[in-house]
C-alpha cells in the first residue's frame, strides 16, 4: 500500500485545510457527534462541503448530552409523550432513528460517489446487551430495518460474545462498526469475523459488493491508564534509574506504537489469496477506525493522536474540538507506517516494564462496556423526565 494516494476528486478550495489533506493519505474524516441542530442548521452539510467529512458516528454519551442539553427534540418529544406503548428506550429509539436518518441523508451523496466506501452514519446498539450475543442481533437486525439506509452501520461491540454477532450481521448483508476494540488480538478477530461472514454470504450467493464494516481501535484511553499506571510505580523511592529511565520513555507512546501493529495486522489480514477471493466478487476492506482520539493529557499535542495514525484505508472519528483544531494547525505526513520497528520495541519495553498490556486492555474493554451501559440508563433517564416535562405541557 503507498502513499499518498488520492482516492477521490474533492472541489478545490482557497485555502490549505489539513482536514482534506487527509484524503490524499488514505483517511476519511468522520465526526464523532450527532445533534439535531447539526442537521437542521445546514451545519453537517457544511462540513462535508467545506471540510471533506466523510461520514459520522454517535454513541448514547453523545445522545444523552443532545437531548438533555438542548430543545431541539421538544416537538417530537411531545408527539412521542402521547403514544402510551412507548417505554423510554423506545421514545430513544425513535429520536435516534429520526437523527441517523437524516444525518445519512445528508452523507448519501458521499455514499454514491465513494462507490459505498464513506458516507456512512453508525447508531449503537445498547450497550446493555454487550455480554449477550442473541440480544445484539435481533436489536441490530431491529435497528437496521428500521434505519432502512443503505449507509448505516450498526454498532457492535467487539467483546467475545459481540464477535460471533458481528459475524453472523455480515453474513446477512448488515453493515457493522466494530466498537470497544483496545487488543490487537481482539482486533484481528473482528478483522476475521468479518472475512468470514463475507465468505458466508458469498458462499449461499449472497452480493458482497455492498456490505461495509470499519473496526473502531480505540487510542488515547490506553495512554491514559497506562500513564496513570507509570505515575504511580515512578513514587517508589526504591526504583532503579534505569527503571525509571524505562518507564519514563514509556510514557505517551504505547497508544500510538498499539494502533500501528494493529494496522499492521490489518494489512496482513487484507491481502493475499484468501482476501482476494473476496475482493475479485467486490468486497472491500474492513478499514480500522480511530477512535478517542482526542488529547486527554494537557501536557500532549491536542493533535498527536490525529497526526500519528494518517495512513491508507483508514478512518478518523473525531470530536468537534478535534476537527476544529485539527483544521487549524495539524500537520499531515503518512504517518501511519513510520517507526514501526520502534513500535514492536515500544510493546516489548512495556512488558519488561512490568506493566501487563493484556490487563490493560482486558480493564479498558471492561470499563468501556460498563461506561457505555451507564451512559445508555442516563439517557433513558433523560428520555423520560423529558417526556414527562412535555406530557405535563399538553
Keep these: 500500500m503507498s502513499s499518498p494516494k488520492a482516492t477521490t476528486t474533492l472541489p478545490e478550495q482557497k485555502t490549505q485545510n489539513p482536514l482534506r489533506e487527509l484524503l490524499a493519505y488514505g483517511q476519511s474524516v468522520w465526526l464523532d457527534y450527532i445533534r439535531r441542530d447539526l442537521l437542521t442548521s445546514g451545519e453537517l452539510?457544511?462540513?462535508?462541503?467545506?471540510?471533506?467529512?466523510?461520514?459520522?458516528?454517535?454513541?448514547?454519551?453523545?445522545?444523552e448530552k443532545a437531548i438533555s442539553s438542548s430543545k431541539d427534540y421538544a416537538n417530537q418529544l411531545k408527539q412521542l409523550a402521547q403514544r402510551k406503548d412507548l417505554?423510554?428506550?423506545?421514545?430513544?429509539?425513535?429520536?435516534?432513528?429520526?437523527?441517523?436518518?437524516?444525518?445519512?441523508?445528508?452523507?448519501?451523496?458521499?455514499?454514491?460517489?465513494?462507490?459505498?466506501?464513506?458516507?456512512?452514519?453508525?447508531?449503537?446498539?445498547?450497550?446493555v446487551l454487550a455480554h449477550n450475543k442473541q440480544g445484539t442481533l435481533d436489536e441490530a437486525r431491529r435497528l437496521w430495518k428500521a434505519v432502512s439506509r443503505p449507509n448505516t452501520m450498526i454498532k457492535v461491540p467487539g467483546t467475545p460474545e459481540g464477535i460471533p454477532a458481528i459475524r453472523q450481521l455480515i453474513s446477512e448483508g448488515i453493515n457493522v462498526n466494530v466498537t470497544l476494540l483496545f487488543a490487537q488480538e481482539v482486533y484481528e478477530q473482528a478483522a476475521l469475523a468479518y472475512v468470514e461472514g463475507l465468505e458466508a454470504r458469498a458462499k449461499s450467493g449472497g452480493d458482497v459488493s455492498a456490505i461495509a464494516s470499519v473496526a473502531s481501535f480505540f487510542v488515547s484511553r490506553i495512554d491514559t491508564l497506562i500513564d496513570g499506571k507509570i505515575s504511580e510505580m515512578l513514587k517508589d523511592p526504591q526504583l532503579s534509574p534505569e527503571r525509571q529511565a524505562l518507564l519514563r520513555g514509556l510514557q505517551g507512546k504505547v497508544a500510538i506504537a498499539n494502533a500501528k501493529l494493529a494496522y499492521q495486522a490489518y494489512k496482513r489480514i487484507f491481502s493475499g489469496p484468501r482476501w482476494q477471493a473476496l475482493a475479485a466478487k467486490g468486497a472491500q476492506t474492513q478499514r480500522v477506525l480511530w477512535a478517542s482520539t482526542s488529547t486527554k493529557n494537557p501536557a500532549y499535542r491536542d493533535v498527536i493522536y490525529a497526526?500519528?495514525?494518517?495512513g491508507e484505508d483508514t478512518v478518523d472519528t473525531m470530536p468537534p474540538a478535534t476537527v476544529d483544531a485539527f483544521r487549524d494547525h495539524g500537520r499531515v505526513r503518512a504517518s501511519l507506517d513510520e517507526n514501526i520497528d520502534q513500535a514492536r520495541q515500544t510493546m516489548a519495553d512495556l512488558e519488561r516494564s512490568g506493566i501487563s498490556m493484556k490487563q490493560v486492555t482486558d480493564q479498558l474493554t471492561s470499563e468501556g462496556v460498563k461506561a457505555f451501559a451507564d451512559a445508555f440508563e442516563k439517557l433513558l433517564a433523560a428520555v423520560q423526565k423529558s417526556v414527562q416535562q412535555a406530557g405535563a405541557a399538553l
Design 45 to 63: 452539510a457544511r462540513l462535508v462541503k467545506d471540510d471533506g467529512l466523510r461520514g459520522m458516528t454517535s454513541n448514547p454519551t453523545i445522545f
Design 87 to 127: 417505554d423510554a428506550k423506545g421514545v430513544f429509539e425513535n429520536i435516534a432513528i429520526k437523527d441517523i436518518q437524516d444525518a445519512t441523508d445528508v452523507l448519501r451523496p458521499v455514499y454514491d460517489e465513494s462507490k459505498k466506501h464513506d458516507g456512512y452514519v453508525s447508531l449503537e446498539v445498547s450497550p
Design 307 to 310: 497526526e500519528e495514525l494518517i
